[in-house]
């Protein structure tokens, strides 16, 4: 069993869990990701790993609630345990070599991208980070990536913190002014990543964007992470999560990332009332 | 004197149309007074041709002898001295081409029924407390075994007798491998797998869920850090193949190893209860002709699907799966189309499977493997409809561990090269079987290598 021994909402939907992971927490690296199961019932669910203290041998995960399984875990506190919790699985960054840097996250994609970015400024190379929420309440780790980026630049969907735009606007005003990028490393929803790269391929920066589509078992058995990256059926659990932007098919990758959008649906649903039950036991529980 | 009908007797089965709606294993089996019917058909030869066609070497006319004279626990102990897993092999072992092709009844009439009779009397013995074997004294060495499918389990059971601490590092949430994840509920309980399983770990096997060997934690780190003197690999065959068609990757498609995964070993049929779903539609293709084919169609086929095919390149003939999952197939109505190709998947607008398209097949001059090799009928494209696809043409080995132990040869295909009378492999202290070096192929081949390896691991560990 995997102990919870930090847990911290970020904001409403996103919560941040230090788990008790030793061998894990000792191998992960930047790009790598866990898969963990809630209970003996429970799905298979790959998250990136968000950060490493191999002292205390804990990893730290940041989930959005959005579907059974993450609203399932959130009802979990310090000191409860996760059934499975395996990794680190996929191939590590590699960001060997990085000297001018954009990192570029959207949402939940920027618990993601900081890693990346925390392992390039420590390297010392100069890391622009571009991230992007769709309002103020939303943002998260502001003060961590201003601790690990030369320029931080924070886009608001609505513009509730003065800056109103996605992040290929933020980058395109760089680009524009003439900034000079040798990687563009990319890493959010399937659409903003394509938008990054639309606009990294007229500049010709070598873009690297992370895959997150459905898995079952992470580490090459299933197959049901396939994507098409240039032209090759490939698997992101074992030559990913990291693939080269400009190569993936991504109108496959969007479909494929709906397959089970009813099913998801459904299984909300019906054990929304199970669900319940158990947020109440685990308030009690937690107070 | 022994019983002389020519035939076997049948085991105790679901009826057709009630089974294909359920998980629950098809097969009942014998009860005593079937078992002892059937043992009395055994000849007990001399020079006993049964036990050369048993990959893991039963002395099957002594332990049939045993079941004639009703003595089933004693039966048991003759079983379990050389084979780890008596419950797992009498279901799901291809006895037609091994045992049961030797024996001398066979030669006018049907061979005893050697595996039928292994699964009454583990399943007997199971159910009557059976005590697992007492292992030899600790000798104080540490081996690891990499997989918990037939050839880790098995090779893990063989050297904890011989008095070796053994841990096996599994990377999925539950042990079992193959026997867990691929093979369905309806042929393999997956509580008799659980039951075998506890019996290893009573005598002291440990197992370690969640460990990926070449990610976790390295083979080297095994043998230099973690002070294990031996590591056999068993991984198995756990990357799936595709066909290399147009349309592999619409949604709907699935690698067998992906369907049978879900429904399984997440047991997607009791979806929404378990949060794991599988998608299955009125019509699925299932594209190959082994016995995981098998496993995919009937498991589809009880999901609901109206219309389930098998598509097969070549002739029923050729197709590698057993006799008996065929039969009990073609029993729950899925639908045989033999000589039969797809040669691309079509999606709808949404990018879902709506259709296949095929071209018909004849038989030409025999191939390397020794069947008829296929070729393509002209004009014979046409296209079936069907909601979902499962690709089960064969796995590769997993790459994981090779591209993590520097100085393990390995075949271009991705097998791990061994010496097959060890399993010794290009590194020192490091052995392999199962169908990580065979490719796919079946469970008693698996166990009869964990079984080799783990003579040979104990013969070098005594020199030191």
């Known amino acids: ?287 | 004197m022994p019983n002389m009908r020519l035939t076997k007797l049948p085991a105790r089965e679901q009826a057709p149309d009630v089974r294909n709606k359920n998980f629950n294993e098809v097969s009942q089996g014998y009860d005593e007074a079937m078992a002892v019917d059937e043992a009395k058909r055994c000849l007990n030869c001399k020079h006993k041709p049964c036990v050369s066609g048993c990959p893991v070497n039963v002395r099957i006319p002594e332990f049939i002898g045993l079941v004639a004279e009703e003595k089933f626990m004693e039966a048991y102990e003759v079983i379990r001295s050389t084979n780890a897993l008596p419950a797992v092999c009498g279901r799901v072992c291809p006895q037609e081409t091994q045992c049961e092709e030797k024996c001398v009844r066979g030669i006018k009439g049907e061979p005893v029924a050697i595996g039928r009779l292994e699964r009454f009397v583990a399943d007997y013995a199971m159910a009557h407390g059976a005590q697992p074997a007492k292992p030899l004294p600790d000798n104080g060495k540490k081996v690891a075994i990499v997989g918990s499918g037939p050839a880790g389990l098995t090779c893990a059971g063989d050297l904890r007798k011989l008095g070796y601490e053994v841990t096996i590092f599994e990377a999925l949430h539950t042990p079992g491998g193959v026997l867990v994840y691929g093979i369905p509920e309806f042929r393999l309980p997956k509580q008799l797998v659980r039951d075998e399983i506890k019996t290893l770990e009573d005598i002291g096997v440990k197992i370690e869920t969640n460990m990926v060997i070449g990610r976790s934690i390295t083979l080297d780190e095994l043998l230099n850090e973690e002070g294990f003197s031996a590591v056999f690999v068993g991984s198995g065959a756990g990357l799936p193949r595709f066909q290399g068609i147009p349309g592999e990757n619409l949604n709907g498609v699935y690698s067998a190893n992906e369907f049978l995964t879900r429904i399984n070993l997440m047991k997607a049929y009791t979806f929404p209860k378990t949060d794991t779903p599988v998608q299955v539609g009125k019509n699925a293709a299932v594209v190959g002709g082994g016995n995981v084919a098998m496993d995919a169609a009937r498991s589809a086929k009880r999901l609901g699907a109206e219309h389930v095919y098998i598509v097969y390149r070549r002739g029923e003939q050729e197709m590698p799966a057993r006799v008996e999952e065929v039969h009990h197939a073609k029993e729950e109505g899925i639908i045989f189309k033999m000589l039969t190709n797809p040669t691309e998947i079509l999606g709808d607008e949404n990018g879902h499977v709506r259709a296949m398209t095929c071209v018909e097949m004849e038989l030409g001059e025999p191939d390397a493997s020794g069947r008829r090799r296929p070729v393509v009928k002209a004009g014979s494209e046409h296209t079936i409809d069907v909601d979902t696809v499962v690709i089960a043409i064969g796995n590769s080995p997993n790459p994981l561990i090779k591209n993590t132990t520097p100085g393990l040869n390995t075949e271009k295909w991705g097998g791990i090269i061994v010496d097959e009378a060890t399993g010794k492999t290009s590194r020192a202290h490091v052995y392999a079987g199962g169908d990580t070096v065979t490719g796919a192929a079946t469970v008693i081949l698996a166990m009869g290598a964990g079984k080799t390896a783990a003579a040979a691991i104990h013969e070098e560990l005594s020199k030191q």
């Not at chain 1, 990893?59 to 996760?82: A, H, M, P, W």
């Not at chain 1, 994609?109 to 990346?116: C, E, L, N, R, T």
């Not at chain 1, 690297?208 to 659990?237: H, L, Q, W, Y």
């Open chain 1, 1 to 287: 069993m995997y102990r919870i021994v930090t847990k911290r909402a970020l904001h409403e939907t996103v919560t941040l869990m230090e788990i008790e992971a030793p061998y894990i927490a000792k191998k992960a690296k930047p790009g790598q990701f866990i898969i963990l199961r809630v209970d003996d019932s429970g799905e298979r669910v790959p998250l990136t790993v968000a950060g490493t203290d191999p002292a205390r041998g804990t990893v730290t995960i940041i989930f959005q609630k959005v579907g059974y399984t993450t609203k399932r875990l959130d009802c979990l506190n310090e000191g409860d345990s996760l059934q499975d919790f395996v990794g680190p699985l996929g191939v590590a960054s590699h960001l060997a070599g990085m000297k001018k840097v954009a990192v570029i996250g959207g949402g939940l994609g920027v618990a993601i991208a900081y890693p990346q970015a925390k392992a390039l400024h420590d390297m010392g190379a100069e890391v622009d980070v571009i991230v992007g929420f769709r309002n103020t309440e939303l943002m998260i780790l502001m003060d961590e990536l201003k601790a690990a980026s030369t320029n931080l630049y924070v886009m608001t969907d609505d513009g509730s913190n003065g800056h109103k735009g996605f992040v290929t606007s933020a980058l395109e005003e760089q680009l524009k002014a003439g900034k000079q990028y040798d990687h563009v490393i990319a890493i959010g929803p399937l659409v903003m990543m394509r938008a990054v790269v639309n606009i990294t391929k007229q500049y010709d920066i070598p873009t690297v964007i992370s895959m997150n589509p459905i898995m079952i078992d992470g580490t090459g058995m299933c197959g049901c992470c396939r994507v098409t990256v240039g032209g090759e059926m490939k698997f992101a659990c074992v030559d990913g999560p990291d693939f080269d932007g400009f190569a993936v098919d991504w109108d496959e990758a969007i479909a494929r990332g709906r397959m089970y959008r009813k099913e998801e649906a459904e299984s909300l649903e019906c054990k929304a009332c199970n669900l319940k039950n158990v947020e109440l036991q685990a308030k009690r529980g937690g107070n």
